[in-house]
């Protein structure tokens, strides 16, 4: 079994940065989709930012210009840049990495909490 480990979350005022990371405890086999994921209180888990395998990328449209997510294929790890943060983006961030052909896999990471203050 894999496991996906969020790092990076915390507190910070509104318009700061945070970069998250999340890291596969093992080499995955071609993804298809890797991606951000965030759920605030009483409320349904969002995408936030999607990587596919061909290298084009997806975003809300709330996150546009202002979120980005790459991948560091040597250590298994994507990321998301995050800047001029919002009060409202206040939720537990979650990765997430899918293979959705031969050998299918659907892994989610534990989150990781960001709490932006105003």
């Known amino acids: 079994q894999v496991q996906l480990v969020e790092s990076g979350g915390g507190l910070v005022q509104a318009g700061g940065s945070l970069r998250l990371s999340c890291a596969a405890s093992r080499t995955l086999f071609s993804p298809n989709s890797m991606a951000w994921y965030r759920q605030a209180p009483g409320k349904q888990r969002e995408l936030v930012a999607q990587l596919t395998s061909g290298g084009s990328t997806n975003y809300a449209d709330s996150v546009k210009g202002r979120l980005a997510i790459s991948r560091a294929n040597i250590q298994n790890t994507i990321y998301l840049q995050m800047n001029s943060l919002k009060p409202e983006e206040t939720a537990v961030y979650y990765c997430?990495?899918?293979?959705?052909?031969?050998?299918?896999?659907?892994?989610w990471g534990q989150g990781t909490q960001v709490t932006v203050s105003s």
């Open positions: 997430n990495v899918v293979r959705s052909t031969l050998g299918e896999y659907n892994y």
